[in-house]
């Protein structure tokens, strides 16, 4: 018998082998290896870094030659804007659930997987907004792309700023509206495509756009769009992913920035930038829409609930924000340092004072080689090239947080600079 089940082991082996053979030669290979040497001969292949510490503003990252071996970076590049990924008591709220929930439910929440502490944050989120009801999801990602199809039919218009996030895109596709999309945060644009909507007879109107544009640091002007929104009856939906939590004066965000809380009338946003870093996403608005997508929003009613550890850690630092422990004086303070000093070299910014600093190089090859060359320096940026930006567009994106210190704030700054007179992007310093 032994003999026999080894024979047959071995069988099964090389018949896996003859399949991936076959797998592997057959036309799709070629097409995908010819795409994959496209992008590197165009300077836009992307390879992951491996960080072996967690996420704080100087983390270690391994060697790509030798796994052994690490260097210390100072992180500029991270969505972790309030530096709470790694904050004692994030980390100790998620191990409380962990203890006391498990580490997840293995279902989705109309079945059996609604604990009370995926009702509370909700309360906690709906609390926060001063809205009357919140529905968690696995990511933002999810959040935008359950909602549409659930509020929007053939009858329907939706009115999308031509710049907003890669979720909103894939989310709109998934519905029936007709589409708009107007001009990045050009209200007169906006205007325009509602009145062609009006003219097609919409049954609704919706606004879709960011709150803040991820590849740009631009603020949407939430305060003239809510005039025109009113003006045309429209309801304005805002993903706010890269405002929660720190942007407005007490971090609820871009309507709070511009004083417009109660003009919005849907936020969605994430759990895994500002607000602790792990994962999740969630809407928030009335009851009565909470209570249609938790019905019929199908990644949430297909997807298992938040795990209890990641609930934790977001309870915990929507609990920072509310209490005024979250530090954005500095983390204000070290965007206005950073933007400062690139502006005043030379460099092109662009942004809205945004602790998303897109420096501005143009071309895919030089932000890839002038990223490696920051690393070597000891500071973690990433080069961003089409498609995830417009062709002619690369950058590198610098992201500021409230964890990094002055020095390494003007440390990366430096760095910046020495780099950039060197290649020629900015004057040398006796042209200055």
Same mark, same amino acid.
């Given at each position: 018998?032994?003999?026999?089940?080894?024979?047959?082991?071995?069988?099964?082996?090389?018949?896996?082998?003859?399949?991936?053979?076959?797998?592997?030669?057959?036309?799709?290979?070629?097409?995908?290896?010819?795409?994959?040497?496209?992008?590197?001969?165009?300077?836009?292949?992307?390879?992951?870094?491996?960080?072996?510490?967690?996420?704080?503003?100087?983390?270690?990252?391994?060697?790509?030659?030798?796994?052994?071996?690490?260097?210390?970076?100072?992180?500029?590049?991270?969505?972790?804007?309030?530096?709470?990924?790694?904050?004692?008591?994030?980390?100790?709220?998620?191990?409380?659930?962990?203890?006391?929930?498990?580490?997840?439910?293995?279902?989705?929440?109309?079945?059996?997987?609604?604990?009370?502490?995926?009702?509370?944050?909700?309360?906690?989120?709906?609390?926060?907004?001063?809205?009357?009801?919140?529905?968690?999801?696995?990511?933002?990602?999810?959040?935008?792309?359950?909602?549409?199809?659930?509020?929007?039919?053939?009858?329907?218009?939706?009115?999308?700023?031509?710049?907003?996030?890669?979720?909103?895109?894939?989310?709109?596709?998934?519905?029936?509206?007709?589409?708009?999309?107007?001009?990045?945060?050009?209200?007169?644009?906006?205007?325009?495509?509602?009145?062609?909507?009006?003219?097609?007879?919409?049954?609704?109107?919706?606004?879709?756009?960011?709150?803040?544009?991820?590849?740009?640091?631009?603020?949407?002007?939430?305060?003239?769009?809510?005039?025109?929104?009113?003006?045309?009856?429209?309801?304005?939906?805002?993903?706010?992913?890269?405002?929660?939590?720190?942007?407005?004066?007490?971090?609820?965000?871009?309507?709070?920035?511009?004083?417009?809380?109660?003009?919005?009338?849907?936020?969605?946003?994430?759990?895994?930038?500002?607000?602790?870093?792990?994962?999740?996403?969630?809407?928030?608005?009335?009851?009565?829409?909470?209570?249609?997508?938790?019905? !019929?929003? /199908?990644?949430? +009613?297909?997807?298992?609930?938040?795990?209890?550890? @990641?609930?934790? &850690? *977001?309870? %915990?630092? =929507?609990?920072?924000?509310?209490?005024?422990?979250?530090?954005?004086?500095?983390?204000?303070?070290?965007?206005?340092?950073?933007?400062?000093?690139?502006?005043?070299?030379?460099?092109?910014?662009?942004?809205?004072?945004?602790?998303?600093?897109?420096?501005?190089?143009?071309?895919?090859?030089?932000?890839?080689?002038?990223?490696?060359?920051?690393?070597?320096?000891?500071?973690?940026?990433?080069?961003?090239?089409?498609?995830?930006?417009?062709?002619?567009?690369? !950058?590198? /994106?610098?992201? +500021?947080?409230?964890?990094?210190?002055?020095?390494? @704030?003007?440390? &990366? *700054?430096? %760095?910046? =600079?020495?780099?950039?007179?060197?290649?020629?992007?900015?004057?040398?310093?006796?042209?200055?």
């Amino acid at each position: 018998m032994f003999h026999v089940n080894r024979s047959l082991r071995t069988l099964s082996r090389i018949s896996l082998a003859n399949t991936a053979t076959r797998r592997y030669s057959s036309r799709i290979h070629e097409i995908v290896a010819n795409e994959l040497q496209a992008t590197r001969d165009a300077g836009t292949f992307k390879s992951e870094r491996v960080i072996t510490t967690p996420q704080r503003s100087t983390i270690r990252v391994q060697d790509p030659n030798n796994q052994s071996a690490t260097t210390p970076q100072i992180n500029m590049c991270a969505n972790n804007y309030l530096g709470l990924s790694d904050h004692p008591a994030v980390v100790a709220r998620a191990k409380e659930y962990l203890d006391t929930h498990g580490a997840g439910l293995s279902s989705v929440r109309f079945i059996c997987g609604t604990q009370d502490i995926h009702k509370k944050l909700e309360k906690q989120i709906s609390d926060f907004y001063g809205t009357e009801d919140t529905i968690l999801y696995a990511s933002c990602f999810d959040a935008n792309g359950g909602i549409f199809e659930v509020l929007l039919n053939e009858q329907d218009a939706i009115i999308s700023d031509a710049l907003n996030h890669a979720s909103i895109i894939d989310g709109v596709r998934l519905c029936k509206a007709k589409r708009f999309r107007y001009q990045n945060c050009d209200v007169e644009d906006l205007e325009k495509q509602l009145q062609a909507a009006d003219s097609q007879g919409a049954r609704l109107k919706m606004i879709a756009t960011d709150g803040v544009f991820s590849m740009d640091g631009k603020i949407a002007p939430l305060d003239k769009i809510c005039d025109i929104a009113e003006k045309y009856d429209a309801v304005l939906f805002v993903d706010d992913c890269h405002a929660t939590g720190f942007l407005g004066k007490t971090g609820r965000g871009t309507p709070e920035y511009f004083g417009v809380q109660d003009r919005v009338h849907i936020v969605n946003s994430t759990l895994g930038k500002a607000l602790g870093g792990a994962a999740g996403g969630y809407t928030t608005s009335t009851a009565d829409i909470i209570s249609l997508l938790r019905n !019929r929003s /199908r990644p949430y +009613l297909f997807s298992n609930s938040l795990p209890s550890p @990641v609930v934790g &850690a *977001a309870s %915990a630092a =929507i609990q920072l924000v509310d209490e005024g422990k979250a530090g954005l004086d500095h983390l204000w303070a070290n965007t206005h340092l950073f933007r400062g000093k690139l502006k005043a070299a030379g460099f092109t910014v662009n942004g809205d004072n945004h602790p998303i600093t897109p420096v501005m190089l143009g071309d895919a090859r030089l932000a890839a080689e002038f990223a490696d060359e920051m690393l070597q320096k000891g500071i973690y940026v990433v080069g961003f090239s089409y498609p995830v930006v417009p062709k002619g567009q690369a !950058r590198i /994106r610098v992201q +500021l947080s409230a964890a990094h210190t002055t020095e390494e @704030v003007e440390k &990366a *700054a430096d %760095a910046f =600079i020495e780099i950039g007179r060197r290649r020629g992007v900015i004057p040398s310093a006796n042209k200055l």
